[in-house]
């Protein structure tokens, strides 16, 4: 298992969109449910979506719902999440987080604490 290595964060204005993706460094994610994160210095880590082994399930924070999305692409072993008509309260350090997943799993771990590989972070800024 690689350690999950995060992109794509950045600077933009309340309404535009980002993406950002998730790539293992020396292994793979084919394997593993995989999860975004992010942590909020007034609330701490909080789920924000999450897609089982196989990209079959996929979960969403009530907060980003219908505007954030989560997929993977085995073939490349990235997963990504795309973020649209971004707030200024989706200012906050983005973690991907990766968890050794069976074969016919189909589940998605909004836990922070089943992750067993984590990224270091990207940081997406909102501004108003």
């Known amino acids: 298992q690689g350690q999950p290595v995060e992109s794509g964060g950045g600077l933009v204005q309340a309404g535009d969109s980002l993406r950002l993706s998730c790539t293992p460094s020396?292994?793979?994610?084919?394997?593993?449910?995989v999860a975004w994160f992010r942590h909020v210095a007034r609330s701490g880590r909080e789920f924000i979506a999450g897609?089982?082994?196989?990209?079959?399930?996929?979960e969403y924070a009530d907060s980003v719902k219908g505007r954030f999305t989560i997929s993977r692409d085995n073939a490349k072993d990235t997963v990504y999440l795309q973020m649209n008509s971004l707030r200024d309260e989706d200012t906050a350090v983005y973690y991907c987080?990766?968890?050794?997943?069976?074969?016919?799993?189909?589940?998605?771990?909004?836990?922070?604490?089943?992750?067993?590989?984590w990224g270091q972070g990207t940081q997406v800024t909102v501004s108003v």
């Open positions: 987080a990766a968890k050794s997943s069976p074969f016919t799993d189909s589940s998605v771990y909004r836990l922070s604490s089943r992750y067993d590989y």
């Open positions: 897609i089982s082994r196989a990209g079959t399930s996929t």
């Open positions: 020396g292994g793979t994610f084919t394997a593993h449910a």
